[in-house]
């Protein structure tokens, strides 16, 4: 990318060749070139694709063995090893080890994706939608997109989506390999995992051991995976050039200043004083019990992660240096556009399109985020409830006119989570629902003809307390029998979370119908047509937003200056023991505590790296250029939080545990031995 490119594209950080979450498909290998005498080939780069994978629930990971091994971030895996987990075996504070193929244990809801291919169908998505109002285009578009996705998934091991990338300037469809049955082979203790707890969270130095080991199994037997990330013997030193592969969530660095005002102005507080509101009721309700304490502690754990990304990503948007710079490429792409009489006649008017679906965006936001986004309604049976109503509903319906998550293309992930085993605990059910309820209510008002057709009479414990304790969706066995007996089945259900989901349902979906046709038909029109300017002003060459699919980033392992001080870009296992008070959250499982003699102190820990990522990237794999593992990113530190909207390389930093932390741990104080030999290169064995 040409410096003056990026410049202009996100001038509110200096450009550096660094910054990027690049597709496989449009990776800058002469630049990599240009900047480190490397220059990924598309053999490298099929390899490094094959050996990646997506945990469907929202994390990254690689293959580390031939035998289906995977590597990820123990707050990855989090959900899994507490949903495994009961109160007379507790993972997640005792840690797990399988020390048998037969001891590996299955997650009730993880799913893991291979990237097999990458198709351009952006002509055949325009054929459809050509000439037709905005709203008409949506709805083109999502029946095409629905008929793209089947026609690709050509079984149920087969998961494909059409992605909109550049604000949909390009429509792209990945294609992955699907794998369900995904078995839990190691996890340390969490308080190792997660050492420091929310202190040191986005923040360096670390000292986090934060990575699990998961195992793919197709077909009963583990999958054999001839693509896969060896170890680096000697792992990183500081300059090195290395390599992040993985699925970044979602950036917004091409958005407009109507929809970055809009995030600053409302999205970012109602998440932020929403989700600190429910971390308050989660800590209130851990004080009850160890039992209550240990059910909790994964939601807990994910709001204030949460609520501390928000916070960063807001303050950014609070900086006046980085909104005036924004304004200004801004005003200067629109005096491009205007510019020249063929793009003003074609693009000119975009800008006032978005900032109009901006006035109805805020008009709507409120209402749609409780009553169809969830926000009003924090229950796993209430989930259950309403995914039931609407299979019920939908799936009768032709293909392409359903709601996008229930085409025939989305059947196997919500059939796996419909009949998941996870457990569901019905005192910390009522405790949400009520909270959620009641905010509810609070947000929209006690007049809203909604909340009153929903709460009638009752207070929102009773209404909590009558649907919990009057459900059966706890039960597996009971969804997947209304989920197998369709609308029959669910019309002659007394359950009472179906009764309420049903009677929110006609409200929601009124939301939902709302918010399709006024805001989100109106901005994916303005933002194809956005896309098509930068094209034509700044050519193809540009990185898009993140959209959770598989990017790689490349970088260096480097600390920075703060505040005037230097930060270096590794931390070692022995600052662990001089950071612990035997406190939490900076207390050391035993484990490490009877291991300490025996391990080498000056092993590097956590390192810092320049390499550009977000949310999502969480358990990417970190390489070097010979495709051989040196870390697994966990986070960043706290200037990366605004890189969401931007990236500067004096200050950003991605953070990964090494990877020779990772094997000295698994030695000395695991005792690992079966997972340290299936690590080994196949002519080490």
Same mark, same amino acid.
């Given at each position: ?24 498909n ?8 240009k ?6 080939? *598309?053999? =490298? ?6 050996? %990646?994978?997506?945990?469907?629930t929202?994390? %990254? ?6 035998d289906?091994?995977?590597? +990820? ?7 899994c090893?507490?949903q495994?987990?009961?109160?007379a075996?507790?993972?997640?504070a005792d840690?797990?080890? *399988? ?13 893991v ?5 990458? +198709? ?10 050509a000439?037709?109002t905005?709203k008409?285009?949506?709805e ?5 997109t *629905?008929?793209? @996705? ?5 079984? @149920? %091991? ?11 300037g ?9 794998y ?12 190792? !995992?997660f050492?420091g ?15 699990s ?19 680096s013997p $000697? ?14 969530g $979602? ?16 999205v ?14 989660? /800590?209130?309700?851990q ?23 928000y ?14 710079? #924004?304004? !200004? ?13 063929e ?6 008017g975009? =800008? ?6 901006q006035?109805?965006f ?7 985020k ?14 259950h409830?309403r995914r ?6 939908e799936y009768?319906?032709p ?11 989305? #059947? ?9 085993? !996870? ?7 009522i405790e ?7 905010k ?7 007049? &809203? ?5 929903l ?8 209404? !909590?307390? &009558?649907a919990?304790?009057g459900?059966?969706?706890g039960d ?8 197998e007996?369709?609308q /029959? ?13 049903k009677?929110?349902d ?15 038909s ?33 970088? /260096?392992?480097?600390? =920075?200056?703060?505040n005037g ?23 050391l499982?035993? $484990? =490490?505590? #009877? ?10 820990f956590?390192?810092a ?37 931007g ?11 090494? %990877? ?11 005792? *690992? ?13």
């Amino acid at each position: 990318m040409a410096p003056v490119l990026l410049l202009l594209l996100i001038p509110h950080f200096p450009l550096h060749a660094e910054e990027g979450m690049w597709t496989f498909n449009n990776f800058p290998s002469a630049q990599v070139r240009k900047e480190h005498g490397f220059a990924p080939s *598309a053999q =490298w780069l099929d390899r490094v694709r094959l050996s %990646s994978v997506r945990l469907a629930t929202g994390c %990254s990971a690689s293959f580390v063995s031939p035998d289906g091994l995977v590597l +990820t971030n123990h707050h990855c895996a989090a959900t899994c090893i507490q949903q495994l987990s009961t109160a007379a075996k507790d993972y997640s504070a005792d840690g797990f080890q *399988a020390s048998a193929a037969g001891d590996e244990l299955r997650c009730p809801e993880e799913e893991v994706n291979i990237l097999t291919s990458i +198709t351009d169908v952006t002509a055949r998505l325009a054929a459809k939608t050509a000439a037709l109002t905005d709203k008409a285009a949506n709805e083109a578009r999502k029946a095409e997109t *629905a008929l793209i @996705e089947k026609e690709c998934s050509t079984s @149920e %091991s087969v998961r494909c989506e059409v992605v909109p990338l550049y604000g949909g300037g390009v429509y792209d469809l990945y294609q992955y390999q699907r794998y369900q049955d995904v078995r839990l082979v190691f996890a340390p203790e969490k308080s190792i !995992a997660f050492f420091g707890g929310d202190p040191d969270n986005f923040m360096f130095p670390r000292y986090d051991l934060d990575m699990s080991l998961l195992r793919v199994y197709d077909k009963g037997q583990p999958l054999k995976t001839p693509h896969h990330f060896t170890f680096s013997p $000697s792992g990183a030193k500081e300059g090195e050039l290395t390599f992040v592969t993985g699925h970044p969530g $979602s950036t917004n660095r091409l958005d407009t200043m109507a929809m970055l005002e809009t995030d600053r102005d409302l999205v970012k507080p109602t998440v932020l004083f929403h989700l600190s509101e429910y971390r308050g009721l989660l /800590a209130q309700f851990q004080t009850r019990g160890e039992e209550q304490r240990r059910v909790s502690e994964d939601d807990l754990f994910g709001i204030e992660n949460s609520i501390k990304a928000y916070k960063g990503e807001f303050q950014a948007l609070l900086e006046p240096s980085l909104i005036g710079q #924004k304004r !200004a490429a801004e005003r200067d792409f629109q005096n491009r556009v205007n510019a020249r009489p063929e793009w003003k006649k074609l693009y000119g008017g975009v =800008w006032a399109s978005i900032e109009s679906a901006q006035r109805r965006f805020r008009q709507l936001y409120v209402p749609h985020k409780y009553l169809e986004a969830g926000y009003g309604f924090r229950s796993d049976l209430y989930r259950h409830a309403r995914r039931l109503v609407r299979m019920a509903a939908e799936y009768p319906k032709p293909n392409g006119e359903r709601l996008e998550e229930y085409a025939d293309a989305r #059947k196997p992930e919500m059939a796996q989570i419909t009949t998941s085993k !996870a457990p569901i605990y019905p005192e910390l059910e009522i405790e949400t629902l009520t909270f959620s309820l009641t905010k509810l209510r609070e947000a929209l008002g006690a007049d &809203d003809p909604a909340v009153r057709q929903l709460f009638g009479k009752r207070a929102p414990r009773e209404i !909590a307390t &009558d649907a919990v304790t009057g459900s059966r969706l706890g039960d597996a066995s009971v969804r997947k029998a209304l989920m197998e007996g369709g609308q /029959a089945a669910v019309a002659a259900s007394g359950d009472s979370m179906i009764a309420l989901a049903k009677l929110v349902d006609p409200v929601a979906r009124k939301l939902r119908k709302q918010w399709e046709d006024e805001v989100e038909s109106v901005l994916v029109s303005g933002q194809e047509k956005l896309a098509k300017a930068r094209f034509a002003v700044y050519g193809k060459s540009i990185y898009p937003d993140a959209t959770f699919t598989l990017r790689l980033s490349y970088g /260096a392992v480097k600390g =920075w200056m703060e505040n005037g001080t230097a930060v270096p870009p590794f931390t070692i296992l022995g600052g662990t023991f001089e950071r612990a008070t035997g406190r939490f959250p900076y207390a050391l499982p035993e $484990s =490490w505590l #009877k291991s300490q003699p025996e391990m080498n102190l000056s092993t590097p820990f956590n390192m810092a790296t320049t390499n550009d990522i977000i949310g999502g990237n969480s358990g990417s794999p970190m390489i070097n250029r010979d495709a051989q593992l040196v870390g697994l990113i966990f986070d960043g530190n706290i200037h990366s939080l605004g890189g969401s909207y931007g990236f500067d390389p004096k200050l950003n930093r991605a953070v990964a545990v090494d %990877s020779r932390a990772i094997l000295e741990t698994l030695d000395k104080v695991y005792g *690992a031995r079966r997972i340290l030999e299936e690590l080994k290169p196949a002519g080490a064995r």
